[in-house]
């Protein structure tokens, strides 16, 4: 059936087989259709799903189920309920969404791991830091928090506005009065469509300090707020080891991330030997993971510095970690751990929320706590306003009341004797309908000496209370003072759970990977790397590398030699430069591992060159257009499987493209080289200075040759005393004394290779 088109009103009027009438079809294109749904789709994921409002700091899901639980009357005080009923008078009333997706929000909204101020006390299995599931909603029950009270407060005084549900048979609050800053107290996360959001947890009891301050000096800046805000403050605890300038930053604009660690101590065990205990595991992660990827690390020989890890939690967190020898400083074990496991993790910060407006955007520090404020003084001023409605319909009735004491004989007289004493009533007395009915209905006990005393005494005192808010009202000061003094009652309801649970600290200092090869045996290896990407270690030095075996239809690319120690480094035809530990290579026994599910190599780029990194090296990086550079070796490290990118190569899979050469300038035990040859697909050589190439840590270089047509083929790097040697298929080295003869500048077009020189127009084979 054709969208967006309402069905007829009446059936009968369809002609019988017309099919539903041709004029219920529209025509229209596909793209602008498509286009219109969609953006009502994502514009419904945004604002009614994914992401929080900045003034409650909820999404519809949670705040739908706070308000309902008021609803059932499930107070702090109260009995708990199960949370069956709880999420059915969700689904029912406000939430027409599956049953599980509002039990999960239920869920994590009592998660004390997941919540610095939980919303929600559950009762039975919600679930654990293991990252167990909790248990069915018709096994657990729930009632509601301090912390939640605190964000419902005053929703029956007309604090906010309220929008029907979505069958429209009630109506649910369009955000709550929130009496303390919730967004940024609990935090919160969501994927929309197009955008995210990701807002850790703070400490409440901060986060009003620096709202008080913002009320004291409006122009604060963030810097200044964060003296009261020092960072998150996660329900997990952890250490917080972000550089100060970069938590900066994150709040001034609302983007970032913060690096959380572990709390671990160490504990002696007698005779020299130790064990290191983890207390607090970092936000989001759950431990029976955590134990479980250490466990991996140790079986991989990722981890060299740890021996075992044992989970010896209870109701606390604690994690055993044993080093492989009493020799290694607990210091720099935990350095080699935090990088290679989830001991350590980045929380990402996106402060992307819906303003008062429901409009998105990203909000800093500031921002976000003055738009609170300001929803906080509108809360105010609209139980303000409500109560000076109760207070003047008070005082109208004791006005009324007032004048039938004053009164009483006659209004006696009027309600004994007349047929219709309230119209009487109202026309003696000059009374409205309301003050008759209120002095019809009183009693006759009320009558004595002493009530009237009574309702001039409260008399006196709401019209003092309306005169106090009438003068509140018309001054901001005084509006604003008021939120000071709610906050800071606030404050103090929360005052037990506002000790905060993560602290500060700055990373050590420590070269955990000198450590990690201070450990590992120094022996020599010979690294074998077929044609196919199949790599091994095999100890020692490889004589007469034609006694190796490779699979069928596999052969020999690259023979190595190297030491365990070494860290080996591998450069791609697309210009990156991979590195592997040796120690860490598959040994020889068998044929290896398929390289490619060590680094992320794609199967149509090929291998240039492979070798151990030596400290001090220098090598020139050369490309098929002819294009290159000197690169210091350290520049060549890379940390991820994703290599490094170096030398700006272009495509390999596109002709003439890609990397060509990786030359070593310095080899330990030989003479620097001061000369290079180029080598194009033309046949042209051409000789000059390396001082004309610059030293780079990356790019794309210099030109090193012309070419009418064609590439660079090949280069080598020479000392002018020893002259150009070349090497051909038969393995015989010629030494050229005549080089001079091809010697020019950089860039130039060169002449013709010499008689003689290989017809490979290669330096040396391949």
Known sequence: MPLDVPPPEDNDSVPPGSGGGGDRIIDEPIAEALSRRYLAYALSVITDRALPDVRDGLKPVQRRVLYAMREMRLNPDAAARKCAKVVGEVMGGYHPHGDQSIYDTLVRMAQQFAQRYPQVDGQGNFGNIDGDNAAAMRYTEA?????????????????????????????????????????????????????????????????????????????????????????????????????????????????????????????????????????????????????????????????????????????????????????????????????????????????????????????????????????????????????????????????????????????????????????????????????????????????????????????????????????MLASDKAQWKLVATGLKNVKAQLADLNVRRSTFAEAPAIDADAAIEAMIVREPITIILSERGWIRAAKGRVDDPSELKFKEGDKLQFLVPAETTDKLLIFASDGRFFTLGCDKLPGARGHGEPLRLMIDLDDKVGLIDVFPHKPGMKRVLASKQGYGFILPEEEAIAFRRAGKQVLNAGDPAKKGEGAAVCLPLNPPGSAHADHLAVMGDNGKLLVFPVDELPEMPRGKGVKLQSYREGGLKDAAAFNAVDGMTTVDASGRTRTWPEWREWLGRRAGAGKLAPKGFPQSKRFRPR
């Open 143 to 471: 009632k509601l928090t301090v912390a939640a009270t605190l964000l419902l407060d005053g929703i029956e005084e007309n604090a906010v506005d309220f929008k029907p549900t979505y069958d429209g048979s009630d109506d649910e609050p369009v955000v709550l009065p929130a009496g303390f800053p919730n967004l940024l107290a609990n935090g919160s996360t969501g994927i929309a469509v197009g955008m995210a959001t990701s807002i850790p947890p703070h400490n409440a009891g901060e986060l009003i300090d620096a709202c008080l301050l913002l009320l004291d000096r409006p122009d604060a800046s963030t810097e200044a707020l964060m003296a009261h805000v020092q960072g998150p403050d996660f329900p997990t605890g952890g250490v917080i080891v972000e550089p100060r300038g970069s938590l900066i930053n994150t709040y001034e604009t609302g983007r970032g991330g913060v690096r959380v660690r572990a709390r671990w101590t160490k504990e002696d065990l007698g005779k020299g030997t130790y064990q290191i205990v983890v207390t607090e595991i970092p936000y989001q992660v759950k431990k029976a993971e955590l134990i479980e990827g250490l466990a991996e690390l140790i079986d991989g020989k990722k981890a060299p510095l740890l021996g075992d890890v044992r989970d010896e939690s209870a109701e606390d967190v604690r994690i055993v970690l044993e080093p492989k020898s009493r020799n290694v400083e607990p210091e720099v074990l935990m350095e080699s751990l935090f990088r290679l496991s989830a001991l350590e993790t980045r929380f990402s910060v996106n402060l992307n929320v819906l303003d008062a407006r429901g409009t998105p955007g990203v909000m800093g520090l500031k921002q976000a706590l003055l738009a609170f404020l300001d929803h906080r003084r509108e809360v105010l001023v609209r139980r303000a306003r409500h109560r000076l409605e109760k207070i003047e319909a008070r005082l109208h009735i004791l006005d009324g009341l007032m004048i039938a004491y004053l009164n009483l004989d006659e209004v006696i007289r009027i309600v004994r004797y007349e047929d219709k004493p309230k119209d009487k009533l109202i026309e003696t007395f000059a009374l409205t309908e309301i003050q008759a009915d209120a002095i019809l209905n009183t009693r006759l006990r009320q009558l004595a000496r002493l009530e009237e005393m009574e309702i001039r005494r409260e008399h006196a005192e709401l019209a003092e209370e309306r005169d106090g808010i009438v003068a």
